[in-house]
């Protein structure tokens, strides 16, 4: 597949989703696909959030739905529908009439026909990382938003970090100057989880090692710097560069650690161990975002945003902007952080904390998504920032192909992405009273 970067032409009827709010839902009754790691993690913030019920899991494999189910009746006192044995029962899931939110934690295969399936089926859906990996189904998934009015987004975690909203209040604010860069990614060493039968079925994530030479997961990055760069909202990509090192971590990895008999034996590994990807804006600014899983290192998602006026830095969490410093040495950010403290943190922040992984991201991404249904808000992050986004997979292995050459980023919004227009920097408003038990 190559990219062209011209959008296809609209059919008649499909307009654009952008500033399209959500109809107000009393409740909002959200169904489960892929019940694994991810799946399970995000079930509790599920529960947890006022005025969420959950009616419908699904999972390949009856265990893992039934657990599910068991775990929500267990919190809740009510059982959800199971829908399970076989790897298109997620199809009766997206035609029941008893699920207003579709949640995607498969394997990335499954992605783009889930979130196709669950629009098809009337339903908003948030699909974990990468929504879909080829161009095509990037606009597929647009023009199915389009026509069927439903809101299609990617499940970007990192956007709602506490230091990525406070750092996307400093660049609003003009603290940083003029943004001129900003650096991102995904630095997480996985080599015990790829090998150890972790992902389910068939050890999926590491078999994507030996399917193509690409930036699998940048978007932990490129969502948090393109809220910072008003990316379709003032400014876009416009081309992208990528560049791999070799594959060794993987090999390295199976030669030390893993027996004779063990099914790797049979792979071989093509994803580079590092790989780089650079975009320009129209702007004229530079996003680096990085992806390695195979190789031995601390986390990080590096969280840098960059301009005339000084930068800040994560991993670990530094500042330097002026006048407040000179000499070439990094301060303390803490007392910007605070002084810029999102309002999602400062109102579910302690909720957050107790409900849910990574810090309690994940548990804000959760508890906003059902406030904006419920509440008749528009999406923070609609299907144009979740496809450019995820077209990083698609751009990045063909850049890579040809010898890291600039590929054209397509433009999902259609022009439209001069209009400024809110996003993830948004205004306070509450969480509507739950009206039932
Ligand atoms: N945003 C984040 O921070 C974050 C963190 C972890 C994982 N993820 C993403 O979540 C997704 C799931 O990752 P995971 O670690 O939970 O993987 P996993 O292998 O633990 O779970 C996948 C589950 O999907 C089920 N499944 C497979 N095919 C299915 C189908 N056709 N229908 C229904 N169920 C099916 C499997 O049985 C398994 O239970 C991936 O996209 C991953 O990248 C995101």
Redesign the pocket.
């Known amino acids: 597949e190559t990219s062209t970067a011209v959008a296809p032409a609209r059919a008649a009827g499909q307009r654009s989703m952008i500033g399209v709010p959500f109809d107000r839902y009393d409740e909002v009754r959200i169904g489960l696909?892929?019940?694994?790691?991810?799946?399970m993690g995000m079930l509790t913030g599920w529960v947890a959030v006022p005025g969420a019920v959950v009616t419908a899991v699904?999972?390949?494999?009856p265990d893992?739905a039934n657990r599910a189910a068991d775990t929500v009746q267990a919190e809740t006192g009510a059982r959800p529908t199971v829908y399970t044995g076989g790897?298109r029962?997620?199809e009766e899931l997206c035609a029941s009439d008893e699920v207003d939110l579709v949640y995607v934690?498969?394997?990335?295969d499954?992605?783009f026909r889930q979130g196709l399936a669950a629009v098809e089926g009337g339903k908003h859906v948030g699909i974990?990382?990468p929504i879909a990996t080829e161009l095509k189904e990037l606009w597929q998934l647009v023009d199915a938003s389009e026509r069927f009015r439903r809101h299609v987004f990617l499940?970007e975690?990192c956007c709602y970090g506490r230091n990525e909203l406070a750092i996307l209040r400093m660049a609003h604010d003009g603290l940083f100057g003029e943004l001129t860069n900003g650096h991102g990614g995904y630095l997480h060493d996985l080599r015990d989880l790829l090998f150890s039968g972790?992902?389910?079925?068939d050890d999926?994530r590491r078999a994507w090692h030996t399917r193509m030479d690409a930036s699998f997961y940048s978007m932990h990055g490129l969502g948090p710097i393109s809220a910072c760069m008003d990316i379709n909202r003032g400014d876009r990509f416009t081309y992208l560069t990528a560049m791999s090192s070799v594959a060794l971590g993987l090999a390295d990895y199976r030669e030390r650690f893993m027996p004779p008999d063990h099914p790797s034996w049979t792979e071989t590994y093509v994803k580079g161990d590092r790989t780089t990807i650079l975009l320009r804006t129209d702007k004229g600014r530079l996003v680096r975002a990085e992806h390695d899983v195979s190789s031995p290192r601390p986390y990080s998602r590096i969280n840098s945003i960059a301009g005339t006026r000084g930068l800040f830095e994560d991993y670990p969490t530094r500042i330097y902007v002026e006048p407040d410093h000179s000499g070439h040495e990094w301060a303390d950010a803490q007392p910007y952080l605070d002084r810029y403290d999102h309002w999602l943190w400062r109102k579910v922040g302690d909720d957050a904390e107790n409900n849910g992984g990574?810090g309690g991201m994940d548990y804000i991404l959760q508890w906003r998504i059902v406030q904006q249904m419920r509440a008749g808000l528009v999406p923070d992050i609609d299907v144009y920032d979740s496809a450019v986004w995820c077209s990083s997979v698609p751009l990045s292995a063909e850049s890579i192909r040809k010898g890291s050459r600039p590929v054209a980023v397509p433009d999902f919004t259609r022009g439209r992405w001069r209009e400024a227009r809110p996003g993830l920097d948004s205004e306070e408003t509450d969480m509507p009273e739950v009206t039932r038990g």
């Open positions: 696909i892929g019940l694994g790691n991810r799946g699904c999972d390949t494999l893992r790897d029962a997620y934690a498969t394997p990335w499954w992605h974990e990382l499940m975690n972790y992902y389910e079925p999926w990574h």
